[in-house]
Structures are given as structure tokens and as C-alpha cells.
């Protein structure tokens, strides 16, 4: 037998084999999320600056073209956005003449909002937990 690593695994018993088996299975799933976290949040700085940079170029074209959703899909900025002009037709749709929000309106645009920068957030971190928690145990489990 070979005194590297994989002799040494070799050598070892069921309970060695099977804490090391684990401890790969568990490294590439983190390592598949690592990846894919990076991508995703990478794809939504992007997304988000060319979304804002878009915005800013034309701000009121924004609103008229705004049906090209695939184009800034991955942007959390987007998504807010689309978010906020919901609230918005919903809070102005039905009324003659020129729109105008009431406090109540104001409100209930401010809880969209809220709620859907709060859906960025947590879509953002999700997958992150696993991180962690892999990251505090695994020391240990080859004790």
C-alpha cells in the first residue's frame, strides 16, 4: 500500500471511508454553490449597472419600454423598479384626469417596495446558510 492519502483511506476502517466519502460529497456540493452564488451575483452587478445606466439615459423611455423584461431579468434593481410601477398602477389605475397619490397611496408604495427589495435580498443570500453551517462543521466532523 501507498502511505499517501489514498492508502491511508484505504487502510482505515468503515466508519474513516465513510467520514471521508461525506466529507467530498459535502466539499463539491459547496463547492457547486460557491460557483454559482459567484455567477449569480456577478450576472446581477451587471444586470443592475446596465439597468441603472439604461434608466438614467432615458428615464421616462424606462417606463414606455419597460415590456423588454429579459433584457435586465437577472437585475435586482429591475425587479424593484418593476415592483415600484405596479404599486404605482395600482395606486393610480381607475382615476380620471391627472394621477395623483394620497398618503394611503404613498404607503402602500413604500410597502411594495419594502417587500420587493426584502424578495432581492433573500434571493440573493439563499444557498448562504449552507455555507456557513458547512463551513462551522466541517472541522470537526473528521475529529
Known amino acids: ?14 466508519v474513516g471511508q465513510a467520514i471521508v466519502a461525506f ?10 454553490i460557491i460557483i454559482y452564488k459567484t455567477a449569480t451575483v456577478r ?21 414606455r419600454h419597460f415590456a423588454d423584461r429579459q433584457r435586465f431579468e437577472a ?8 415592483a415600484g410601477l405596479a404599486e404605482l398602477s395600482l395606486a393610480a389605475g381607475g382615476r380620471g384626469g391627472e394621477p395623483r397619490l394620497s398618503p394611503m397611496d404613498v404607503d402602500a408604495l413604500d ?13 440573493l443570500r439563499s444557498h448562504l446558510i449552507i455555507l456557513a453551517t458547512t463551513c462551522g462543521i466541517a472541522p470537526f466532523v473528521g475529529l
Open 43 to 63: 450576472r446581477a452587478g451587471r444586470r443592475g449597472a446596465e439597468f441603472l445606466e439604461a434608466f438614467h439615459a432615458d428615464p421616462n423611455g424606462m417606463v
Open 23 to 32: 466529507l467530498l460529497l459535502v466539499s463539491v456540493y459547496v463547492w457547486a
Open 111 to 123: 410597502r411594495g417596495l419594502d417587500r420587493a427589495i426584502s424578495e432581492q435580498i433573500l434571493d
Open 1 to 14: 500500500m501507498s502511505n499517501g492519502f489514498l492508502g491511508s483511506v484505504a487502510q482505515s476502517g468503515f
Open 75 to 82: 437585475s435586482p434593481v429591475a425587479a424593484v423598479f418593476e
